[in-house]
């Protein structure tokens, strides 16, 4: 069936280094790609999308790009902050209803 | 500002023990999911209706949950007996079927013990 992988974390950056999460998707069709961002204690928060290949989501400083060819949807941001602590989620929508699958998400700490 | 409302947001139950935890998804939106989240498992998949049908829930122990939606504002899941292995954060989310992005609810951490 559709699945997403991402990295494994945790991931600990500095702060004002470069981001990148890497996900990769197995679907069938032409999935949306999503990534999701969960705060401490709190729900998932869509933090952007892209509906089709070479579309590029972005958001908050945060980008990523629908790659067909590789089946890659990789997370990156130029100069992450303390605040940017959190777990991030890559995500599709699979099959005719739009089912939306996740991947186990990576943990993120940046340190001043 | 519209937001998915769930309650409770903790609870505490004993072993057997039926729980219930409702949602209230945003007004408009037609499409409800039930994910549950844990540190072993990450974010499953439960239950998923469109326009109060259910249309997936391959996720969800049968013999002990039930999901529902009674009407367009509300949508429930049950877990009849609780059992320790449940404990863990239910979290709802809503969306539109033109628009495939969801949006969470808070979540009810669930502890069975």
Redesign the interface.
């Known amino acids: 069936g559709d699945s997403v992988t991402q990295m494994e974390g945790p991931v600990t950056l500095s702060e004002e280094a470069f981001l990148t999460i890497n996900c990769t998707y197995t679907a069938t069709g032409y999935p949306?790609l999503?990534w999701?961002v969960q705060y401490p204690?709190?729900?998932?928060?869509?933090l952007l999308?892209a509906?089709k290949a070479d579309d590029k989501g972005s958001n908050k400083g945060f980008e990523a790009t629908y790659r067909k060819e590789t089946t890659s949807f990789h997370l990156e941001k130029g100069s992450v902050q303390v605040s940017d602590s959190a777990v991030y989620?890559c995500a599709l929508?699979s099959g005719g209803?739009?089912?939306?699958?996740?991947?186990?998400?990576t943990r993120l700490a940046v340190h001043p | 500002d519209a937001r998915v409302t769930q309650t409770p947001r903790d609870k505490v139950t004993e072993m057997g023990q039926e729980v219930t935890m409702r949602c209230q998804p945003i007004l408009g939106h037609n499409t409800v999911f039930w994910y549950r989240q844990t540190m072993k498992q990450g974010l499953e998949l439960l239950a998923y209706f469109r326009n109060r049908a259910p249309l997936d829930d391959s996720g969800m122990p049968k013999d002990r949950f039930s999901a529902e939606m009674p009407d367009a504002t509300l949508a429930t899941l049950k877990i009849q007996p609780s059992e320790p292995r449940d404990s863990a954060v239910y979290f709802c989310a809503s969306g539109l079927q033109l628009n495939t992005e969801a949006f969470f609810g808070q979540g009810t951490r669930l502890t069975v013990v």
Do not use: H, M
């Not at chain 1, 209803?97 to 998400?105: D, H, V």
């Open positions: 949306s999503f999701y204690g709190e729900g998932l928060q869509l999308k509906t989620f929508t209803y739009n089912k939306l699958i996740f991947g186990a998400g």
